[in-house]
């Protein structure tokens, strides 16, 4: 009865590769995002998307994208992998509409590592 | 542009005291500000949340308050225990369709 999952849980790969992260929610949020947490712990927004609108933060590279299949999902795809990019990356969803502003839930996250 | 400061960056105390993390943010104009708590190599685990209108939310042993016009907000831990010990994250939306702005959280260490 996992609300948020990802997988894998640890993915470890060489530069240049490609690789992909998975997320679902069964939470029936409407909004989806990614997260990176850098070797100092701090939480920085990617992406965030909604099914009509995707907004992406302009620190991100290109070679991050975000694929959604269906509003349950929000698949994070990395090209041409770079030592940097070793970090935590989490996914959450939300709901955005109502009157109230409703809160965050996280997965628990996939640790990358580029070698 | 939203930034949110969390003091201490560490606190290690023994068990049974009562203790408070402080979050501040730059900008009032929050739509909510949510408290997390991470354990080591863990996910992010929701606390309290707190709408714009609320001035505190309470749940168990915490008790989380909000201040919007002087942009800050408190985490109140009563009878720490050794449970307790992880990293608490602080972090506020500025609106309905927004992401979060995340502090770089407080570790805490309760000793028993």
């Known amino acids: 009865d996992t609300a948020v999952s990802q997988t894998p849980k640890y993915l470890v790969t060489q530069m240049g590769n490609d690789k992909s992260i998975k997320c679902e929610q069964n939470?029936?949020?409407?909004?989806m995002y990614w997260y990176k947490q850098d070797s100092k712990k701090f939480l920085k927004i990617m992406f965030s998307?909604?099914?009509?609108?995707l907004i992406i933060n302009e620190t991100v590279p290109n070679r991050f994208s975000p694929k959604s299949p269906d509003k349950a999902h929000l698949n994070l795809h990395i090209n041409s992998l770079e030592l940097g990019d070793s970090a935590v990356y989490f996914c959450?969803?939300?709901?955005?509409?109502?009157?109230w502003g409703y809160g965050y839930t996280f997965g628990s996250g996939t640790r990358l590592t580029v070698v | 542009k939203q930034e949110v400061t969390q003091i201490p960056a560490a606190l290690s105390v023994p068990e049974g005291e009562n203790l408070v993390l402080n979050c501040s943010f730059t900008?009032?104009?929050?739509?909510?500000l949510q408290w997390f708590r991470q354990d080591p190599g863990k996910g992010l685990t929701s606390l309290l949340l707190?709408?714009?209108?609320?001035r505190e939310q309470t749940s168990g042993r915490l008790n989380a308050s909000l201040d919007k016009s002087s942009g800050r907000s408190t985490l109140y831990i009563a009878a720490s225990q050794p449970g307790d010990s992880a990293t608490y994250l602080c972090?506020?939306?500025?609106?309905?369709?927004?992401?979060?702005?995340f502090g770089k959280g407080t570790t805490l260490s309760v000793s028993s």
């Open positions: 939470l029936g949020h409407d909004t």
């Open positions: 972090a506020v939306r500025i609106g309905a369709g927004t992401a979060l702005i």
């Open positions: 998307y909604n099914n009509k609108e």
């Open positions: 959450a969803s939300s709901h955005q509409r109502g009157p």
């Open positions: 707190i709408q714009s209108s609320q």
């Open positions: 900008d009032s104009a929050i739509y909510n």
